[in-house]
């Protein structure tokens, strides 16, 4: 059975950092692009950042320089340190592990950034 189970959210002040982790059982975590999406009120699941099983990573252009993505193939775990955070950064976060077209994922995080 895949879980993939998310940490780290809450409440934060702009300007504040908060790390998320997501724990991966299941899959063979290390051949997997694991990935971070986000989905505010009222609007559409977005990808947030993504890192490749190579170490390679991507980043939405509304996060670039504040958010950092990770993985511990050891601990089978992804991160996302996110740094000087906006009130619109406030969403629900999700994890995601992809590996050709099958995608699996978390049940998300709650991430609140008040102004």
């Known amino acids: 059975q895949v879980q993939l189970v998310e940490s780290g959210g809450g409440l934060v002040q702009a300007g504040g950092s908060l790390r998320l982790s997501c724990a991966v059982s299941?899959?063979?975590?290390?051949?997997?692009?694991m990935g971070w999406y986000r989905q505010a009120p009222g609007k559409q699941r977005e990808l947030v950042a993504r890192?490749?099983?190579?170490?390679?990573?991507t980043y939405a252009d509304s996060v670039k320089g504040r958010f950092t993505i990770s993985r511990d193939n050891a601990k089978n775990t992804v991160y996302l340190q996110m740094n000087s955070l906006k009130p619109e950064d406030t969403a629900v976060y999700y994890c995601?592990?992809?590996?050709?077209?099958?995608?699996?994922w978390g049940q998300g995080t709650q991430v609140t950034v008040s102004s």
């Open positions: 299941g899959v063979i975590f290390s051949r997997h692009a």
């Open positions: 995601n592990a992809l590996l050709v077209t099958t995608n699996y």
């Open positions: 890192i490749f099983s190579g170490g390679t990573t």
